[in-house]
T-cell receptor, first 114, second 112 residues
Framework: KAGVTQTPRYLIKTRGQQVTLSCSPISGHRSVSWYQQTPGQGLQFLFEYFSETQRNKGNFPGRFSGRQFSNSRSEMNVSTLELGDSALYLC?????????????FGQGTRLTVV | GENVEQHPSTLSVQEGDSAVIKCTYSDSASNYFPWYKQELGKRPQLIIDIRSNVGEKKDQRIAVTLNKTAKHFSLHITETQPEDSAVYFCAAPPSGADGLTFGKGTHLIIQP
């Protein structure tokens, strides 16, 4: 069974640009959640999707958005990038939701904003 | 929303000794408490979890205890080995919603 796959692995963007990150969950998992990891703030929850519906959103500005497709693949978008958006972005998939059942993480997308 | 506090931020123990990491949470309705291990440059992986209807759970050298009244849960690792060196995160979900709120992490160092 393939694990959670995130693409791309690395990205370098300029301030003001926008970026889209992709996450393919484990087959059969309907929940995908997204997290931002930085050395100072640790792992912070961005949002969670289940069967194409956003069920919860963390405390991030509206520049951060996401969606989930009918095949459970998810994307997150960050518009008007700021230097502080540089981080490792992790997604996790689970059968019922990360707050209910084991969440399996992808290897992450390392975003650098210059 | 949920607030999770984790201590200590760094823990150094001698190989073979035990390590204990503690977390407190704020939302009394939270009912699922996972622990994740993240080795350097790798993704977080679940090592053990506990639900609110259980006070303790063990898996070989790893155990987790939960005190719902005091709203705290702890990770216990016995007979520590070099491969236990990593960052450990506790987490809890907000009530009535999904996703996980993580503690800031504990960097566990196993001294030979």
């Amino acid at each position: 069974k393939a694990g959670v796959t995130q693409t791309p692995r690395y990205l370098i963007k300029t301030r003001g640009q926008q970026v889209t990150l992709s996450c393919s969950p484990i087959s059969g998992h309907r929940s995908v959640s997204w997290y931002q990891q930085t050395p100072g703030q640790g792992l912070q929850f961005l949002f969670e999707y289940f069967s194409e519906t956003q069920r919860n959103k963390g405390n991030f500005p509206g520049r951060f958005s996401g969606r989930q497709f009918s095949n459970s693949r998810s994307e997150m978008n960050v518009s008007t990038l700021e230097l502080g958006d540089s981080a490792l972005y992790l997604c996790a998939s689970s059968t019922q939701g990360a707050g209910l059942t084991e969440a399996f993480f992808g290897q992450g997308t390392r975003l650098t904003v210059v | 929303g949920e607030n999770v506090e984790q201590h200590p931020s760094t823990l150094s123990v001698q190989e073979g000794d035990s390590a204990v990491i503690k977390c407190t949470y704020s939302d009394s309705a939270s009912n699922y408490f996972p622990w994740y291990k993240q080795e350097l440059g790798k993704r977080p992986q679940l090592i053990i979890d506990i639900r609110s209807n259980v006070g303790e759970k063990k898996d070989q050298r790893i155990a987790v205890t939960l005190n719902k009244t005091a709203k705290h849960f702890s990770l216990h690792i016995t007979e520590t080995q070099p491969e236990d060196s990593a960052v450990y995160f506790c987490a809890a979900p907000p009530s009535g919603a999904d996703g996980l709120t993580f503690g800031k992490g504990t960097h566990l160092i196993i001294q030979p």
